[in-house]
């Protein structure tokens, strides 16, 4: 019964800034390591960065400088702050967050999606 809800994606001009949150909720026991991908049309989903428990992390090069993730341990939230944004960076941004599950060991689920699409 865990679900993953993200939101602030949307439509902004070349150079500006947004913030994606993706917050789980349920039943909860631990969370590992968060990462956000992000998926293109008629393009493979890409890892853009990872953050892990200890607050480590790691970028794609396409982004590094730019973006930023953050997490909330205690909201079980993970952020992605996004600026210079780039036409490049448009596409469906998905949250990844691995989770401890009693029975099945550690085990990854994903947000819905949130359209980030950027313009010239």
């Known amino acids: 019964q865990v679900q993953l809800v993200e939101s602030g994606g949307g439509l902004v001009q070349a150079g500006g800034s947004l913030r994606l949150s993706c917050a789980a909720s349920?039943?909860?026991?631990?969370?590992?390591?968060m990462g956000w991908y992000r998926q293109g049309p008629g393009k493979q989903r890409d890892l853009i960065a990872t953050?892990?428990?200890?607050?480590?992390?790691n970028y794609a090069d396409a982004v590094k400088g730019r973006f930023t993730i953050s997490r909330d341990n205690v909201k079980n939230t993970v952020y992605l702050e996004m600026n210079s944004l780039k036409p490049e960076d448009s596409a469906i941004y998905y949250c990844?967050?691995?989770?401890?599950?009693?029975?099945?060991?550690?085990?990854?689920?994903w947000g819905q999606g949130t359209q980030v699409t950027v313009s010239s």
């Open positions: 349920g039943d909860i026991l631990r969370i590992n390591t």
């Open positions: 990844n967050l691995q989770m401890w599950m009693p029975r099945d060991g550690w085990l990854n689920f």
């Open positions: 953050v892990g428990n200890g607050g480590s992390s």
